[in-house]
């Protein structure tokens, strides 16, 4: 058990529909990371959050936005929903410092299975 | 662009017998890399990083990797093989400007009895 949760486990929609995937890291962690492995694309990064801040963004589409609170968890929300948004999407939290030097693991959790129909 | 490869989709090694997962790196100024591992329905799980120093890194699990400049490489490695080690291994390096990770595709290892 990595420590990170992520609800829910599974979430099955339908195309055109939103979707919010909430993520609770390690406890101490200030840096969220969100993720998403489909077959097609392998595991790609999207987003980094830390202290509640945006830090570093990757292949996320305008469609996806995410935040942090501050309890530290954080939300990535999916709209305008797509057959091709079919994937599973992890959330990972480090405890590194939120700057270039920091070379923490970042620990992951179970993920979230979204299923568009 | 900086990138890590897994050249190889699947490694097939009998239980017992030593393995090794490959993986190449391309990337600018030092390399930050990381081996994690996914368990069937599990997220990934942190195996060992090489940040910089000894050449030889220890991990979780009995793995340990092999750095070596000269090839850009740092392939894991393992001893002896348990059929509990069948899984989908990946190497990521570190971007050190936003600390995000990049992965490889991934490289399945079948151990059989």
């Known amino acids: 058990d990595s420590g990170v949760t992520q609800t829910p486990k599974h979430l099955i929609t339908a195309t055109g529909q939103r979707v919010t995937l909430r993520c609770s890291p390690r406890s101490g962690d200030l840096s969220v990371y969100w993720y998403q492995q489909s077959l097609d694309q392998g595991l790609q990064f999207l987003i980094q959050?830390?202290?509640?801040?945006?830090?570093a963004k990757g292949n996320i589409l305008e469609r996806f936005s995410a935040q942090q609170f501050p309890d530290l968890h954080s939300e990535l929300n999916l709209s305008s929903l797509e057959l091709g948004d079919s994937a599973l999407y992890f959330c990972a939290s480090s405890a590194n410092t939120g700057t270039s030097g920091s070379y923490n693991e970042q620990f992951f959790g179970p993920g979230t299975r979204l299923t568009v129909l | 662009a900086q990138s890590v490869a897994q050249p190889e989709d699947q490694v097939n090694v009998a239980e017992g017998n030593p393995l090794t997962v490959k993986c190449t790196y391309s990337v600018s100024g030092n390399p930050y890399l990381f081996w994690y591992v996914q368990y069937p329905n599990r997220g990934l799980q942190f195996l060992l990083k090489y940040i910089t120093g000894d050449n030889l890194v220890k991990g979780s699990y009995g793995f340990e990797a092999e750095f070596n400049k000269s090839q850009t490489s740092l392939h894991l490695k393992k001893p002896s093989a348990l059929v509990s080690d069948s899984a989908l291994y990946f190497c990521?390096?570190?971007?050190?400007?936003?600390?995000?990770?990049?992965f490889g595709g991934g490289t399945r290892l079948m151990v059989k009895p």
């Open positions: 959050y830390y202290n509640g801040e945006e830090r």
């Open positions: 990521a390096f570190l971007h050190n400007a936003g600390n995000m990770l990049t």
